[in-house]
């Protein structure tokens, strides 16, 4: 079992739509959890972070993080085409802020 | 956007070749990270920094060596490339451990043939 687990997608919501990111992780000690967009080609952009269990928002992005069944994810309301991207879950555990990620999803957001 | 510079940003080498990735950052943050991504893998670390001089390996650190001399400046070797080893490089940086954030470099794509 993978430690951090993404449906791969592509997830194709149409424009305006909410599209919902979700992750799963087998390690309980995580502590911090973060949603990346990375456009293609490009590198990671850090667009949420949440620490505790319950919903963060920010602007359009909504992040859900769930402790005791071992998800998180994320909601964009209003989706736009510029949102079209792979979505990377990573998570934190123990010393040093190491990350590791899922596979990350990719969206496609339609007109 | 943070201040982080990976050089080179591409590179072609060949195999058994010896090559060096550099990341520089402006933000005097402790911690930095080399990480590979690859299809279907997603970004794996490969080793990171807490200090000058403080290093330790990560998930996929055989055939890779670090070496941290000064806050600013974290390198990956690659004592003698491999094509298992043409990847897309990035460097991340953070803060402090715990409730922090990191943040990446542009990448530096390797090609070894």
């Known amino acids: 079992q993978k430690e951090v687990e993404q449906n791969s997608g592509p997830l194709s919501v149409p424009e305006g739509a909410i599209a919902s990111l979700n992750c799963t992780y087998s390690d309980r000690g995580s502590q911090s959890f973060f949603w990346y967009r990375q456009y293609s080609g490009k590198s990671p952009e850090l667009i949420m972070s949440?620490?505790?269990?319950g919903d963060k928002e920010d602007g359009r992005f909504t992040a859900q993080l769930n402790k005791a069944s071992q998800y998180v994810s994320l909601l964009i309301r209003d989706s736009q085409p510029s949102d079209s991207a792979t979505y990377l879950c990573a998570l934190s555990t123990g010393t040093a802020s190491k990350l590791t990620f899922g596979t990350g999803t990719r969206l496609q957001v339609t007109l | 956007d943070a201040g982080i510079t990976q050089s080179p940003r591409h590179k072609v080498t060949e195999t058994g070749t010896p090559v060096t990735l550099r990341c520089h950052q402006t933000?005097?943050?402790?911690?930095m990270y080399w990480y590979r991504q690859d299809p279907g893998h997603g970004l794996r670390l490969i080793h990171y920094s807490y200090g000058v001089k403080d290093t330790d390996k990560g998930e996929v650190s055989d055939g890779y060596s670090v070496s941290r001399s000064k806050t600013e400046d974290f390198l990956l070797t690659l004592e003698s490339a491999t094509s298992s080893q043409t990847s897309v490089y990035f460097c991340a940086i953070s803060e402090a451990q715990g409730e922090t954030e990191a943040f990446f470099g542009q990448g530096t794509r390797l090609t070894v043939v």
């Open positions: 949440i620490y505790s269990n």
């Open positions: 933000e005097n943050h402790r911690y």
